[in-house]
């Protein structure tokens, strides 16, 4: 019997996308041969509202290993509006619903970070078959150790941090860089450690300004003339901690800490210092090695969960090994960096300082 799978790919991209989506795929047509076809819903959960689609064929998947980005397209649709109907009168989950239904899918893929397995869930308690696949630069999907995407922008942010380097070195400079992250210090936690800043601000440990200054003039003390601070964006100061977010970013004028902290700096040490936010420079290009594998086995094992008829799930990497959770179990829970990360301790033990207020 036929097997109609749709995939989406929802949120912001990131590398590996092509990866998944290709491993999937080819999992799929070596299980069900001519039995399977595949439907690409174009642009997210977008596509899938206003039911845009493309039927896919083998040949869609040949050389999209090493693509950066998502050849399905994507977009945002923020979790707490889907289900509000808008002034354009679109019932979004009942057009979603419809489409899948019109479709004839038996189920659906979508690929994405929380927002989307929020989404996801939400489908799959309205009946729609879904299995959820984990990426994000972000690390931030609870229940999983690692999403795809990840690894790829560690690398990609200690690059960075080492380029900056040469020119912090070469004039004296403190070089402040803001990394993304959205709430969570993941990446900015390993690409530091990577690319060896010397002070990383997490919002998991919110931080002291007066830490921050003192933490780079003890380094020009020891004998270092140049600093590397990674400003994870989520990243707060111990007094803004019990702020709302509307009230915090009035009070700095606008979202960003790091033009506050740099300009503390330049004032409270006298040295030299420039800032740098290479943002969705992260996100872009193509996946490393470890993600290629990483979601090539995401994608392979969605297409197992697949020929099960095992739904309402997304696949997770615990503990070095491929395995699953129940959508209802994951969707809308948080995973920030615990504040008693060995990581964390490790850095602080090579002289890395958090300044936590
Ligand atoms: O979730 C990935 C991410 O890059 C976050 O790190 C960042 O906060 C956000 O997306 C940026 O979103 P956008 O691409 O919509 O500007």
């Not at 439907?39 to 693509?67: A, C, H, Q, R, W």
């Not at 659906?108 to 078959?129: E, F, I, M, R, V």
């Not at 606008?254 to 996100?283: C, D, F, K, W």
């Not at 491929?322 to 809308?332: H, S, W, Y």
Request: glycine share 12%; hydrophobic share 35%.
């Amino acid at each position: 019997m036929k097997k109609r799978v749709g995939i989406l790919t929802s949120g912001g991209d990131c590398p590996g996308l092509n990866a998944a989506i290709r491993g999937a795929a080819k999992a799929l047509y070596e299980m069900f041969g001519d039995e399977v076809e595949i439907v690409g819903i174009l642009n997210g959960y977008t596509g899938l509202i206003n039911g845009d689609y493309k039927e896919m064929n083998k040949s869609d998947f040949y050389g999209i290993l090493p693509l950066g980005g998502t050849i399905l397209g994507t977009s945002r649709q923020p979790f707490k509006t889907i289900q509000v109907v808008g002034a354009d009168g679109v019932d979004k989950v009942a057009n979603m619903i419809k489409t899948y239904n019109n479709l004839r899918l038996d189920c659906l893929l979508t690929l994405g970070g929380n927002g989307t397995h929020k989404t996801a869930n939400l489908l799959s308690q309205k009946g729609l078959n879904v299995i959820g696949l984990p990426k994000t630069i972000d690390n931030d999907i609870f229940g999983t150790d690692r999403t795809f995407g990840f690894h790829t922008a560690v690398d990609i942010a200690s690059e960075v941090l080492d380029r900056l380097h040469t020119t912090a070195t070469s004039h004296s400079r403190v070089i402040v860089v803001e990394c993304m992250g959205n709430k969570v210090g993941w990446l900015s936690l390993f690409s530091g450690i990577a690319g060896g800043a010397d002070v990383i601000l997490l919002p998991e440990l919110p931080f002291s300004y007066e830490k921050v200054a003192k933490a780079v003039l003890k380094r020009k003390a020891d004998g270092r003339n140049f600093a590397i601070v990674l400003v994870a964006e989520g990243a707060l100061s111990k007094e803004e901690e019990t702020l709302k977010r509307k009230t915090r970013v009035k009070r700095r004028g606008g979202t960003n800490v790091t033009p506050h902290v740099t300009q503390y700096i330049a004032e409270h040490t006298g040295i030299e210092t420039r800032s740098m936010i290479p943002g969705h420079y992260l996100r872009g290009g193509t996946p490393s090695a470890y993600d290629r594998v990483l979601a090539t086995e995401f994608g392979a094992y969605a297409a197992k969960l697949i020929k099960e008829e095992k739904y309402g799930l997304t696949v997770a990497l615990k503990n070095d090994k491929v395995t699953c959770n129940r959508l209802e179990d994951i969707a809308g829970k948080a995973k920030p960096v615990p504040k008693d990360y060995d990581l964390i301790q490790y850095a602080k033990s090579i002289g890395i300082s958090f300044c936590e207020g």
